[in-house]
């Protein structure tokens, strides 16, 4: 396993492949790279692969700070180290957060972002739904509290055991991380950064209230798609719908 020592922090990557563009999977919040691995896996034999674990999760160190943006630092230094021209950057969840932000801040090098169920676009309602959220977690029962918080994300007929495994390793995630981390979630303007990016953008609902108008009143120039019978784990409960619609995605991409 490769590492890239940073001045404030160490992060964990894997890095196969060849093949141009570059495709760089960014995780969510308590996860791991591990959790897009069956992207990894389907498009190495294409493209070079880049799997990242983001601060404070995974084999990465933990840091000071946990905003959108020192995640999208930390990618982008990344993506400085390994000298990637041209990469396509596909984040789930928080990780889509991170993407938008890095596409935003290099359009030179991303040539297309690709959003599996990321909270984006949240409307005002969700501030204070957060707020409660966030004050139960700094409470004395943080383990409980998320781990219902994340059991809300998977589809009902989910696999038990794989569900059972995800809730165990996410709640293992430091408090100190997923606070900071949620917050950042829900005060990164998203919008903005949609604005501000020309490269094709995809997203892929899972049970993120993310509509298609939403979507398209923000993104005019996006695509929108949305796998059958999964939940916010789609990228791992249905691989094969998730993959297809990021192979097409990958080849609108090389056209742009």
Not at 195 to 206: H, K
Request: glycine letters at 8%; charged letters at 20%.
């Amino acid at each position: 396993m490769p590492t890239l020592a940073l001045p404030e922090v160490t992060l964990a990557y894997d890095d196969r492949g060849t093949g141009d563009p570059a495709l760089v999977l960014i995780h969510g919040l308590a996860c791991d790279r591990s959790y897009l691995a069956p992207q990894a896996e389907r498009f190495v034999g294409r493209h070079r692969v880049v799997s990242v674990d983001l601060r404070g999760h995974g084999e990465s160190s933990a840091a000071a700070s946990y905003r959108i943006r020192d995640f999208g630092d930390d990618v982008l230094r990344l993506l400085d180290a390994l000298e990637l021209p041209r990469v396509v950057v596909a984040g789930h969840s928080m990780g889509g957060l991170v993407a938008l932000e890095v596409a935003a801040r290099d359009p030179e090098r991303v040539v297309g972002a690709a959003l599996l169920d990321s909270p984006i676009l949240l409307g005002a309602e969700t501030g204070p739904i957060f707020k409660e959220l966030l004050a139960a977690l700094a409470g004395p029962n943080y383990v409980e509290v998320f781990r219902a918080f994340n059991a809300q994300c998977f589809f009902p007929y989910e696999d038990a055991a794989r569900r059972e495994r995800l809730l165990n390793e996410m709640c293992s995630v430091p408090r100190e991380v997923v606070l900071p981390a949620l917050e950042a979630i829900v005060t990164y303007d998203s919008a903005a950064a949609c604005a501000r990016i020309s490269a094709p953008l995809l997203y892929l609902r899972g049970l993120n209230a993310v509509s298609e108008a939403l979507w398209h009143e923000h993104v005019p120039h996006g695509l929108w798609g949305q796998p059958t019978g999964a939940g916010h784990f789609h990228q791992l409960e249905v691989p094969d719908q998730v993959n297809a619609m990021l192979d097409r995605f990958l080849a609108l991409a090389l056209r742009s």
